[in-house]
């Protein structure tokens, strides 16, 4: 271990970790799409709900929050992933989260658009859409260009972290650049590669399978009720 814990990343607020406090991100998303000055502290009130009694935070939805966290913690740091080159990023993120930037049939991003929020937990939904309010562009959609929204995040996690508390790193440098920044002991084992594409997409059917399963049996038990009340209601009334 490289003796951080608690750490809370994409899986845990795609996966429904967080049942109590998931409700807040449609909350948080219209109050910031609509400006209300006045409520950022209800902003700042539910997101320390929700990242309660975790000591970090990487990919989506945390780094959106940086300069909050860095303002709640002035002695927290700031470690910013970079890719070989723009055009790597955005293989990858076609492959995995933004799969509808390179789908240009209007009818396949409509159809598996339906497919994912149906299997999808509704807070997932807010999520994105605050996402989309803070680059101000739809990242699923193909006139977007995915190269210039990751250099422009690049140039705006740069030029507003002090450069003593940002780490700017690949992690094909492994363990000895992270471990120095964070000031830990580098692990006796090697540096982990995981969630790849193909892991991430497999967890991803996993998981939408097991939604639609669950939802479309549900619906159904709701079906058969409902058509075996008629039924019994017919009856009676045929009887009477």
Known sequence: SSGINAEYGHMD????????????????????????????????????????GYIATVDCPGYMFYDRFLKWNPEGK????????????????????????????????????????????????????????LHGVDPNHPDTDLTLRYLN????????????????????????????FLGVDVPDHPFPKKNSVKEYVAAKTDRNSRILIRRTTEISAVILVVVGAVFLGNRWLTKG
């Not at 990023?89 to 009818?107: L, P």
């Not at 995040?153 to 120095?180: A, H, Q, R």
Request: with cysteine; glycine share 2%; aromatic share 18%.
């Open 78 to 133: 700031v470690i910013l992933t970079v890719r070989d080159s723009p055009d790597q990023y955005e293989e990858s993120v076609q492959n995995t989260f933004y799969w509808g930037n390179k789908e240009k049939s209007w009818f396949k991003r409509k159809f598996w658009k339906i497919v994912e929020d149906y299997t999808s937990p509704e807070h997932l939904y807010w999520i994105k859409k605050y996402e989309e309010n």
């Open 153 to 180: 995040w690049m140039e705006k996690v740069i030029d507003t972290v002090p450069s003593e508390k940002l780490l700017v790193f690949n992690v094909k440098e492994g363990w000895i650049p992270l471990c120095k």
């Open 13 to 52: 607020a795609t996966f429904e970790t967080q049942d109590d406090v998931n409700h807040f991100w449609k909350e948080i998303y219209k109050i910031s799409n609509n400006c209300f000055e006045d409520q950022s502290y209800l902003q700042d009130d539910m997101l320390k709900a929700i990242f309660s």
